[in-house]
């Protein structure tokens, strides 16, 4: 059956105008892949004329061949038959390449854009959508997309452009017939639109109902342990009866709806021939019409059935597939939040980093995060930012390094305000080390050359040799040219720090923001780590978020975030003597990890 797009969500659905932006930007962008498409399009009015022809050619046979009996005529009929036919089924084949190749080039030229859109955004975007909703993004609202694209839009033309020419090619065969056939087709066209409605609710549902039903069966996965230590196996077995059985209803109801349809469809198709035969066959006898166009009519109602359903289908996929691309597109235009000014200059080799009179509050947010902070920082300086949890560390750290751009006040590099920087250069002397480096498919060098692409071999076993991690890893049987993923040598959590500290080697930064683990490593690699980070914050400006009294005790100066605001700023010694909010937190500390 033809089934396009899926159903649209109420929430999902656009307006009229809303949809017809949506269609024209998709032509525009379609603009690069005309000639294909005019070749399906080429392919649908030959296949089209061909498929109509074949019942004139059926009633020139009987008509001037049988009837008259005359052989010749029904030969060239017979033949010209075969050879229409072959062009429709050829052309019909052609069509559809064409229609793929389209549709996919398309869907590859979006895909990219989206992705390279994606790639663009900053941290604020992340913040507001989800991975699990981009990644739908890029896979189901794509797919339903590929669907208009290959069938909708073409289909569309193709199957209007049958049904007018039928209409047209039956009523100058005999407009008596034609009346009886448009007795009957209001039934269809209704039936369908009928169903498209019916079937798009049963298909919300079952959608619903599969998620619901994952859902169960992964929290029955995940709780097993819990489940069985308290005995409640059939408590959740009876959940899961509940959402299965309600999934099964919704799927019995939209096979019945279907199925009713179906059976609708085909009778009115059944209706339509004994009217046009009764009727035709009493026309005949009149001697109003011939029996060639009776049996010609009869062949090109079935010709017209498919492509009535498949239009009044239409409309909802294009909707589901307009409401798709909308969300596309506004991934598409989303402006990254911290963007590069058109009249950027690189940043300064080195200097000091000052916060001034910020205050920042996240898009989703409700209360600053940071508010009137002030702190400067000298060049090649150690601060560590302590407080509680919640305090604005983090945010504080984040802003120094131009992931977000604060709502008010500024931060400068060497006097030069991060967002007149040039992002490369930006990146080049400030870098972030996160908690937890990611690690991409390939091997250890691959991914500690991440961070400078264009960098040697050499240049990377330099940049971890710095570090004195080099003989870490070339102790591995493969060497820096293991696998990081692969089964039995994933890497441990201390070695994934000691590449995320090689990464930030390799870029040599003036600045390095640190977000320090807060759980805690084996002793042996702990100790590595440490020295590797000393040895990487040797005659750079450090910022790092601590969680360690080593790591504090260690900084020049230590700023206590406190509510969104600085509290206190010294040394460990000025701090602790002054008996207040640091004061406080170190005795904790002290007691908690006795270091
Ligand atoms: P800390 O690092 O001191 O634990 P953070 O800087 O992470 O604190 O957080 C400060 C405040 O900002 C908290 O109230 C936190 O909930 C909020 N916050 C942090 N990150 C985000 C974010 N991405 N979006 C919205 N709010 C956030």
């Keep these: 059956m033809f089934q396009m797009g899926g159903a649209v969500a109420p929430e999902d659905q656009l307006d009229t105008t809303q949809t017809r932006t949506v269609m024209r930007r998709v032509l525009r962008m379609a603009a690069p892949f005309k000639r294909t498409a005019y070749a399906a399009l080429g392919c649908v009015v030959v296949t089209t004329s061909a498929t109509l022809a074949a019942p004139i050619l059926v009633r020139h046979g009987i008509d001037a061949g049988i009837r008259a009996g005359d052989l010749f005529e029904l030969n ?67 797919e339903t997309m590929g669907e208009l694209i290959q069938w909708g839009l073409l289909q569309f033309l193709a199957s209007g452009f049958l049904v007018i020419l039928a209409f047209v090619v039956l009523f100058s065969l005999s407009w008596h017939l034609t009346l009886v056939v448009l007795i009957v087709f209001p039934v269809i066209v209704i039936a369908s639109v009928k169903f498209q409605r019916d079937s ?47 999934l099964f209803d919704s799927h019995v109801r939209s096979i019945r709806i279907s199925t009713w349809y179906f ?36 062949l ?80 090649g300086e150690r601060i560590a930012l302590v407080g509680p949890t919640g305090a604005g560390k983090s945010t504080l750290a984040k802003l120094m390094a131009r992931l977000y751009d604060p709502t008010q006040g500024s931060v400068t590099y060497g006097g030069m305000d991060l967002r007149q920087a040039t992002h490369a250069s930006l990146r080049q002397r400030i870098v972030v080390v996160p908690q937890e480096g990611f690690l991409f498919n390939g091997t250890i060098r691959d991914n500690v050359r991440l961070a400078r692409i264009e960098s040697s071999d050499a240049e990377v076993e330099e940049a971890l040799q710095r570090l004195g991690v080099f003989a870490h ?49 084996d002793p042996g690699t702990e100790a590595e780590v440490e020295a590797a980070l000393e040895k990487l914050m040797q005659g750079r400006t450090t910022i790092v978020v601590a969680h360690r009294l080593t790591t504090v005790q260690r900084a020049d100066r230590i700023v206590v975030v406190d509510k969104s605001r600085i509290a206190e700023v010294g040394t460990h010694a000025e701090l602790v003597a002054r008996g207040g909010k640091y004061a406080a937190l170190a005795r904790a500390w002290e007691k908690s990890h006795a270091v």
Excluded: C
């Design 200 to 246: 798009n609710t049963a298909y919300l549902t079952v959608r619903e109902r599969v998620g619901q039903n994952l859902g169960t069966l992964q929290e029955g996965i995940a709780a097993v342990r819990v489940i069985q230590a308290y005995a409640q196996e059939d408590h959740q077995i009876k959940r899961f009866e509940r959402s299965n059985r309600s």
């Design 473 to 521: 890893f070339d102790r591995l049987p493969e060497g820096l040219d293991t696998e990081v993923r692969e089964r039995g040598t994933r890497l441990s959590a201390g070695e994934r720090q000691l590449v995320a500290l090689g990464r930030a080697a390799l870029v040599d930064p003036a600045v390095l923001v640190l977000d320090e683990a807060t759980s805690n490593l």
């Design 263 to 298: 059976g609708l469809v085909e009778f009115s198709g059944v209706i339509a021939t004994s009217l046009v035969v009764g009727i035709g066959g009493w026309l005949v006898h009149r001697d109003t019409v011939s029996l060639g166009t009776v049996v010609a009519f009869i």
């Design 300 to 379: 090109l109602l079935s010709s017209l059935f498919d492509p009535v359903q498949q239009l009044s289908q239409l409309y909802n996929g294009v909707q589901s597939a307009a409401a798709a691309l909308h969300k596309l597109f506004a991934i598409l235009d989303a402006t990254p939040e911290v963007d590069e000014a058109p009249d950027a200059v690189a940043l300064p080799s080195r200097g000091e980093l000052a916060v001034r009179a910020v205050t920042f509050t996240y898009a989703s947010g409700s209360s600053p995060a940071l508010e009137g902070v002030d702190l400067v920082v000298r060049d």
């Design 76 to 142: 060239l009929s017979v033949g010209l038959y075969l050879a229409i036919t072959a062009l429709a089924y050829t052309f019909g084949r052609m069509q559809y390449v064409f229609l793929n190749r389209t549709g996919e080039s398309f869907l590859r030229e979006l895909r990219l854009k989206v992705f390279a859109a994606m790639q663009r955004q900053s941290m604020e975007f992340y913040d507001r959508n989800k991975a699990g909703v981009l990644v739908a993004r890029m896979t189901a609202d794509i």
